[in-house]
Nanobody
């Protein structure tokens, strides 16, 4: 059973930075898609950023220029560097993994990010 373990969430002031990490229990391959989604109460989970083939990235318009996604296949880990954080970035952030070979999706347990003064 695939496991994704997130870390790095917390409370930060507007304009501050946080770095989220997500470690997968199995080996990650370039063809696998990894990413981050977020969800606030009463709303659907929304895409934040994805990365595939090691370098192809996709970002939600609301985070472009502020967030950077990266991955280290050797460590089976994906990162989300979040800068210039805004109160509207407050959400539970979920790590995502799609195993392309098997067509299976996996989710982490979520980590809370709160942006508030």
């Amino acid at each position: 059973q695939e496991r994704l373990v997130e870390s790095g969430g917390g409370l930060v002031q507007p304009g501050g930075s946080l770095r989220l990490s997500c470690a997968a229990s199995g080996n990650i391959f370039n063809r696998d898609v990894m990413g981050w989604y977020r969800q606030t109460p009463g709303k659907q989970r929304e895409l934040v950023a994805t990365i595939t083939s090691g370098t192809i990235t996709n970002y939600a318009d609301s985070v472009k220029g502020r967030f950077t996604i990266s991955r280290d296949n050797a460590k089976n880990t994906v990162y989300l560097q979040m800068n210039s954080l805004k109160p509207e970035d407050t959400a539970v952030y979920y790590c995502y993994l799609r195993r392309i070979l098997y067509g299976l999706d996996y989710w982490g347990q979520g980590t809370q990010v709160t942006v508030s003064s």
